[in-house]
T-cell receptor, first 117, second 111 residues
Framework: DAGVIQSPRHEVTEMGQEVTLRCKPISGHDYLFWYRQTMMRGLELLIYFNNNVPIDDSGMPEDRFSAKMPNASFSTLKIQPSEPRDSAVYFC???????????????FGSGTRLTVV | ELKVEQNPLFLSMQEGKNYTIYCNYSTTSDRLYWYRQDPGKSLESLFVLLSNGAVKQEGRLMASLDTKARLSTLHITAAVHDLSATYFCAVEGGTGNQFYFGTGTSLTVIP
């Protein structure tokens, strides 16, 4: 398996523009997580899905952020409009179902480094 | 919400020395994970600890878990430069598959 695949690796955009980050989880993994990492706040869980259904989006900072998972192999995180304070590294991670996950942990993607100027 | 605290946040140590990173968490859990992150890279799984008293070792790193004290340690033996990275502990909790990550410990090993 190629692991968790994220795109793009780097994104530079102007304030006010829409940004879409993409993630392909490992095949067969039922859980998908979106994290944001900054120096100031560390790793923050934004939202996670189970079987394509959003379970907890309490970490989404505000209405400018939205996430979807239209099928088991694809998820997007969208920021509209983007602001400089959204600059961070965004990680996607996946894991098997809870019963099978004991001892498995998460597999993280390579991340998307977002810079909003 | 489950809180996870790591200390120290920053650690600079000389090659050949020993040191321990601590991970405390606020509520009952018997599943704890350690990850390593190199600068500009993703998080890589190091250890999975699934029960009280669990101990895992890989090379110069050894992790342990005391669920009664809600404490995990990552012990570094005879540090080498290649171990320079940020180390995160994560505790599995809640009703979902959520992990709660510590703040990370940035380790720099000086020749």
């Amino acid at each position: 398996d190629a692991g968790v695949i994220q795109s793009p690796r780097h994104e530079v955009t102007e304030m006010g523009q829409e940004v879409t980050l993409r993630c392909k989880p490992i095949s067969g993994h039922d859980y998908l997580f979106w994290y944001r990492q900054t120096m100031m706040r560390g790793l923050e869980l934004l939202i996670y899905f189970n079987n394509n259904v959003p379970i907890d989006d309490s970490g989404m900072p505000e209405d400018r952020f939205s996430a979807k998972m239209p099928n088991a192999s694809f998820s997007t995180l969208k920021i509209q409009p983007s602001e400089p304070r959204d600059s961070a590294v965004y990680f996607c991670a996946s894991s098997p179902n809870r019963g099978a996950s004991r001892g498995y942990g998460y597999t993280f993607g390579s991340g998307t480094r977002l810079t909003v100027v | 919400e489950l809180k996870v605290e790591q200390n120290p946040l920053f650690l600079s140590m000389q090659e050949g020395k020993n040191y321990t990173i601590y991970c405390n968490y606020s509520t009952t859990s018997d599943r704890l994970y350690w990850y390593r992150q190199d600068p500009g890279k993703s998080l890589e799984s190091l250890f999975v600890l699934l029960s009280n008293g669990a101990v895992k070792q890989e090379g110069r790193l050894m992790a342990s878990l005391d669920t009664k004290a809600r404490l995990s340690t990552l012990h570094i033996t005879a540090a080498v430069h290649d171990l320079s990275a940020t180390y995160f502990c994560a505790v599995e909790g809640g009703t979902g598959n959520q992990f709660y990550f510590g703040t990370g410990t940035s380790l720099t090993v000086i020749p």
